[in-house]
Structures are given as C-alpha cells and as structure tokens.
C-alpha cells in the first residue's frame, strides 16, 4: 500500500526554527509537495521538490532525498502566524497526489 | 485575481437527502478534484476530471457522483446522504501545461449529515 507519515504535532518557540520530517512509501515518485493549511481554510501551496537537495524560499525551505523516500519542511524565524498544519504530499506513478495526514504545528510566544 | 470558488460553505442536511456541492474556478485550469478532509486523516480523493469529457473515480467514490458542467465547473452529488459523510469538502483545481501541476484549493464546504 501507498503511506505517508509525518508527526501528528510538534511544538516550537516564536522566532526559531523548526524541522517538519516526511516519509513516504508510494508506488513511483514525481514530485513531492509541502502545503500549509490553517485550522478550517483550504491548503495553500508551500513548496516542491522533484530532484534531491534543498529548495529555498524565504523564511521556509524543503529538501528531499528519493533514496531514503525522505523529505522535511524547515521553517526559520518562526511567527504566531506559522500557526497551522502542515501536509506533506506524494505524486504517484499515476500522477495522483498521496496525502499525509498532516502535522499541526503550535507556535509558543 | 483568478480563483477557486465553492457553495455552500456550510450545509446540514438530513440522512437521505440528496445534495450538491459546486465548484467554479476562474483560473482557467483543465483539470479538477473533490476531496474530502476527516479529522486525523490525509486529504482522499473522491473524483477527478482532467477535461470537460473525462470523469474518473477516485479512492473513496462510493455513495458520490460528479458533473463536469464546464471547463469552469464541476459538481459533486450525494445521492443519499448518511452520516459518515460528514467532512470538510475540497475542490481544486490544476493545469496540466505546467511539469509541477500544483493544485490550488477552494475554500471549502463544510457539511453535516444528521
């Protein structure tokens, strides 16, 4: 079968930074994608990765490894608005999006 | 600003009854989704059409169907509705012109079955 985990929630402290790991098993990999979502809105596109490494936008980055079927969300200089859950997503051989159930993440002043 | 559009926003209903769920997108985008949102559960997939004559069933399609009206448009029906179809509903769209295909989501319906 095809399963995404990721950690239920995590905790972290206004300005640091915190790390969102993602382990997937999926029957063929094209692409994997981190959206933010707020408690009752609709997910909103956070990032990409196809190729291993690290992508790098502003505050947040992801990077990906396809060997180890591997991904983590990194989310610097946190703020009260980082607030949310964080989906972890998986394209299939079939070019279907596998979800993770997501990590709420709460925010400490 | 190009847009992901659904209605109701919110909707009780009654076990049995029959209901709609719409989505209109502005985005100009070929393919659309359905997706229903459980707490503690990953987004699943109910429905997907890629265009206008193409509907494809998804992992959990049982008890829905869909109507792809428009490029623009795509309804999800509960025939009869029974409680554990109670969720958080999402439709998104996305464009096959680009490799990434990111999807982009409607602010959902949030629906109750009594």
């Known amino acids: 079968g095809q399963n995404i985990d990721q950690p239920t929630e995590m905790t972290a402290t206004e300005g640091a930074i915190v790390q969102i790991n993602c382990t997937y098993q999926?029957?063929?990999?094209?692409?994997l994608f981190w959206y933010q979502q707020h408690a009752g809105e609709a997910p909103t596109f956070l990032s990409y990765?196809?190729l291993d490494g690290l992508e790098e936008k502003g505050r947040f980055s992801s990077f990906l490894s396809r060997s180890k079927g591997y991904s983590y969300l990194l989310l610097k200089e946190l703020q009260m608005k980082d607030s949310a859950s964080y989906l972890c997503a998986v394209k299939d051989s079939n070019y279907q999006l596998i979800w993770g159930a997501g990590t709420k993440l709460i925010i400490k002043p | 600003d190009a847009d992901v559009t659904q209605t109701p926003r919110n909707r009780i209903t009654k076990t049995g009854k029959r209901i709609m769920l719409e989505c209109s997108q502005t985005k100009g985008h070929d393919r659309m989704y359905w997706y229903r949102q459980d707490p503690g559960l990953g987004l699943r997939l109910i429905y997907y059409?890629?265009?206008?004559?193409?509907?494809n069933k998804g992992e959990i399609s049982d008890g829905y169907s869909v109507s792809r009206q428009a490029q623009a448009k795509f309804s999800l029906s509960l025939e009869s509705a029974i409680p554990n179809q109670t969720a958080l509903y999402f439709c998104?769209?996305?464009?096959?012109?680009?490799?990434?295909?990111?999807?982009?989501f409607g602010p959902g319906t949030r629906l109750l079955v009594l």
């Open positions: 999926t029957s063929g990999f094209n692409g």
């Open positions: 059409s890629f265009d206008v004559k193409d509907i």
């Open positions: 990765n196809v």
């Open positions: 998104a769209t996305s464009d096959l012109q680009t490799d990434q295909e990111t999807q982009y």
